[in-house]
């Protein structure tokens, strides 16, 4: 096997600078210098880093090298019950005083105080923490102390918690899980990692004397094992001061049981996993070739080799997006990647998301293509494509290294401590591209990829509904050998885009301007009508986020319309512009913007997302030509349909569907609007000039629209690129509202228990209050408090205390159009026969919400967590989308002054007045889900 690089040379590179003019391919990647990485005598390293994204706020991990894999027979699922066990009580913090003390900062269970558990860690995660105060860090760091040492692991804790795993698994044991499970015995069959999943044996959960599991934790939680992460808006030297001197004295136990490299074994023959799962809703097919582990990237020589090969599986990724398209669609999506599936295997996957009866069809292009690539290589402009987007997206790495949120960088820390390996800077990544990305030679680039399709240690998965017809191992094995013998002709790439717009429009103008104080932002309206709201941040460097809106939507059409008015953006929006196709423009974009989504709601329609402020141009040509000259051809349309194959063709098989329809049903009053689609109501939308009409019909008057900008816009800049683009969009004269549709939340109270077929017996307990609610400040702020209350007790009752749910879910909102009126949802999952005890628990805790009987602490908590949340959110560009869209229809600033004065005077007796206000009998709906036999 090939051995990891040691932390020693991962330390050694730390200390010093990479300030050479010259990258050669020999030395060693220099660990990124923001970083202060560094072992403590105990064997505990450290990473401590600067970083002012969110400000005021720092993340605090602790990083644990073991998991699944460590694990003895008679402790499947031990690691996992680790995890769960440090939120029971430690040593210096007993019983649910960690949490207690994270809330009352204002830290939340869940985004902000967490953990998981893999295969060969363990994470334990304190988010955005607050750093006002000292003590928050101070205690923070003792608690991960506790973590990592001293959990209590109280036998009655146990026990406790044996009922909120066995939850989790009950809740996790879906389609999903089965198959993964299944696939997993034959690509790794003979080791652990066939035996052992994360969460674990169910019947050892359940029965694991206490000492087994104790057992686990004295023999893996020690300090050589761990690391903690410590990144944001902290000082570096103090930080390194205070892990000192927490975790110094840690010691480092004598008799260490070796972590050793799980053994994998090679197969001579090709192993097939072919698995239906009657809850399963969509096709999944992989090809498994796999090899000896990749050692991690320690030289510059190490990384070309990774990029060579990289931009080889991007060419081939996009050769067969275009082939996908031009034969009708077979799959969803197809590609090929390289990654140790293991810390002890390698493996080239082929992957591909085939539609039903296309199967076959699916695997032949995903393999004719990797065999075109093998035969024929590469050309020369499809690898001068890849090298000019990877240098888009490494100048964006350098233009937003101050502007990266701090979780994301614990994500690298993370996985560097798991491989030894370091952490390259945006600079030196620029650095080495600038010096070195020309000198990749095509030859190179193809040569990358051979070899690695071998023809031992090979895997073909095919999973899927047990209602499809599935093809044979044989078939599977005949498709193979016919790519593989195949003699191919050389790729013709297709024409690439030198501009969107071959000739500027005519500009149009800004004809009126408005500051607005509360949201500070500005309203600018332009001359074809479209009033624009912008919001100058520096959030993020390089980032602005966007939305596009409009009233009207599918209330403006019949019932029977809806199929159709869905694949007029949906088709359009696959069809490419402007005569581009999409995989022309795709090409065109990619490393320009992060991502869109859109379509046509009941309504409204939009288009939104985030983009990079350095392509602003090309951006904003982009929505100029999604007004002005959409395009709808076979292509787009067969797409978007194969896509509703895929979502919609046995959505039905999933439990989770079921109840998720029937639910609206009921809340709806089963209004013919709440009724969902069909695959049969999509198969029935013909390929017509109806569907572009439809698309120009809701998106092509900009006077009807109102955009959203937030964002680190240069003001001169802005101006002009909106009266270029979007001012110059010709105007209709037509301006709409949305038709009210009456689609009411339900005002009867409703009592209902249905049974549907489940193969993991599961109750689901659904209970909503609605009626008619102001929204108002007031009412908002009071509902939010609700909530949170409401969340803790629920999770330190029905969770914690009776051990009867993984979680449970509690939130209200109230809704403005079309009418104003409250939604309160209360569900948790359960064993089918404690549902009127866990119901009964519920019920209390409102009833005792709304007679004032919880704890005074509560009410401080709730408004500490609305401060951490209000500083957090009015740091976002996406949060703000929100904030303004909310201005512009109903004026009222979701972060004002008077919602600050309002949870800052907030009483218990309020909180309490207000709950019995939604919490009422007349408009209640009790729903559950039981299990019943299937046919």
């Not at 108002?776 to 509902?783: K, Q, V």
Request: charged share 30%; with cysteine.
């Amino acid at each position: 096997m090939k051995k990891l690089i040691l932390l020693s040379s991962i330390l050694a590179f730390c200390s010093f600078a990479f300030a050479q003019d010259k990258i050669e391919l020999s030395d060693e990647i220099p660990f990124d210098q923001s970083y202060r990485v560094d072992q403590l005598d105990n064997g505990l390293i450290y990473y401590i880093k600067h970083n002012e994204k969110p400000e005021n706020r720092t993340e605090l991990w602790l990083v644990v090298h073991a998991g699944a894999m460590q694990e003895e027979p008679d402790q499947n699922g031990m690691a996992h019950f680790c995890e769960h066990m440090a939120f029971n009580g430690t040593e210096n913090f007993t019983g649910k005083a960690v949490i207690n003390f994270l809330q009352s900062i204002g830290m939340e269970f869940g985004p902000d105080i967490n953990a998981w558990t893999s295969y060969n860690e363990t994470v334990y995660t304190l988010t955005r923490v607050p750093v006002e105060d000292e003590a928050y860090i101070d205690t923070s760091l003792h608690i991960l102390k506790d973590w990592a040492s001293n959990v209590s692991y109280l036998d009655e804790e146990i026990e406790k918690e044996r009922g909120v795993i066995h939850e989790e698994w009950r809740s996790r044991n879906s389609s999903y899980s089965r198959i993964r499970d299944s696939i997993n015995k034959k690509v790794y069959k003979n080791s652990k990692y066939a035996e052992h999943n994360v969460i674990g044996d169910i019947n050892i959960i359940d029965s694991v004397p206490p000492q087994r599991l104790r057992d686990f934790f004295n023999s893996w939680y020690r300090p050589d094992l761990q690391a903690i992460i410590a990144i944001g808006d902290i000082d570096p030297e103090t930080a390194e001061k205070k892990i000192k001197h927490v975790f110094g004295d840690l010691e480092s136990q004598k008799d260490k049981k070796p972590r050793v490299e799980q053994d994998i074994p090679d197969h001579k023959e090709t192993r097939y996993a072919i698995h239906t799962d009657k809850e399963a809703s969509r096709i999944s097919l992989r090809m498994y070739f796999k090899d000896e582990p990749m050692e991690p990237n320690k030289t510059f020589a190490d990384y070309r080799e990774d990029v060579a090969r990289n931009m080889a599986f991007s060419i081939i990724r996009q050769r067969i997006d275009k082939r996908n398209r031009e034969e009708d669609q077979p799959m969803t999506f197809g590609g090929w990647s390289y990654y140790n599936i293991k810390p002890e295997k390698s493996a080239l996957i082929m992957y591909a998301s085939p539609n039903e009866d296309k199967i076959l069809r699916s695997m032949q292009i995903t393999l004719e293509e990797m065999f075109r690539a093998l035969q024929q290589g590469f050309t020369q402009s499809e690898l001068d494509e890849r090298k000019e987007v990877m240098m888009r997206i490494a100048d964006r790495s350098v233009r937003e290294k101050d502007t990266r949120e701090s979780r994301r960088h614990c994500y690298s820390v993370v996985n560097a401590f798991k491989k030894g390996t370091a952490i390259m800077s945006p600079e030196t990544r620029k650095a080495f591209y600038e010096q070195h990305l020309d000198d990749i030679s095509l030859r190179e680039v193809e040569q990358s990829i051979h070899g690695l399709m071998k023809e031992y240690n090979r895997v073909i998965t095919l999973s899927g509904p047990d209602n499809v017809e599935l093809p044979t191992r044989e078939e599977l094995a005949e498709t193979l050998a016919k790519a593989k013998a195949k003699k191919y002709e050389p790729y013709q790439p297709e024409a690439s885009i030198d501009d969107l717009m071959a000739e500027t429009p005519d500009p149009g103008n800004i004809i009126k301007t408005k500051k607005i104080s509360e949201p500070e932002c500005e309203k600018w309206t332009l001359s074809n009508g479209m009033e624009v709201y912008v919001k100058f941040a520096d959030f993020k460097e390089d980032e602005y986020a966007f939305r596009f809106y409009s009233k009207g939507g599918r209330s403006l059409y019949d019932k029977d319309q809806e199929a159709s008015l869905n694949f007029a953006y949906g088709a359009v929006n696959e069809s490419g512009l402007a005569g581009f196709n999409q995989t022309q423009i795709d090409r065109y974009m990619e490393g320009k913007k992060r991502y869109d989504f859109g379509g046509i709601g009941l309504y409204e329609e939009t288009f939104m997302g985030l983009s990079m402020i350095t392509y602003l141009e090309d951006n904003f040509k982009l929505y100029h030509l999604k007004f002005t000259d959409p395009a709808l051809n076979k292509e787009g349309y067969n797409k978007y349909l194969a896509s509703r194959e895929r979502y919609y063709k046995n959505r039905l098989n999933n439990p989770g569907t079921v109840i998720r329809d029937s639910l609206r049903g009921i809340r709806y009053d089963y209004h013919e609007n709440s009724k969902p689609l069909t695959w049969e109501d999509y198969q029935a939308v013909e390929y017509d000039n109806q569907l572009l009409d439809f698309y120009k019909e809701r998106y092509g008057s900009p006077e009807d629209f109102t955009l959203l900008l937030v964002g680190n816009f240069e003001r001169d800049q802005l101006k002009t690129m909106l009266k270029k683009y979007l001012a110059s969009i010709p105007s209709t004269g037509k301006k709409e509202e949305y038709k009210d549709l009456g689609m009411r939340l339900s005002k009867y109270p409703v009592e209902k228990t249905i049974k549907i077929p489940m193969k993991t017996p599961k109750a689901t307990v659904q209970i909503e209050y609605h009626n008619k609610m102001k929204h108002n400040t007031r009412n908002n702020t009071l509902i939010n408090a609700v909530s949170n209350i409401l969340d803790r007790r629920f999770t330190e009752t029905v969770r914690e205390e009776q051990g009867g749910t993984y979680g449970v879910r509690t939130y209200g909102y109230i809704r403005n159009e079309p009418v104003e009126e409250y939604l309160y949802t209360i569900k948790f999952e359960c064993d089918p026969g404690r549902v009127d005890e866990l119901k009964a628990t519920a019920y209390k805790e409102i009833d005792k919400l709304c007679k004032g009987e919880v704890e005074d602490h509560y009410v401080e908590d709730f408004r500490k967590a609305y401060k951490k949340e209000r500083n957090e959110n009015l740091k976002n560009n996406f949060n703000w989308l929100t904030i303004l869209n909310s201005y512009q229809e109903t004026g009222t600033y979701e972060y004002s002054p008077e919602m600050d004065k309002l949870v800052e005077n907030i009483t218990k007796q309020e909180i309490a007045d207000f709950a019995k206000q939604i919490f009422k009998d007349e408009v209640k709906m009790d729903v559950v889900f039981l299990p019943r036999e299937s046919n």
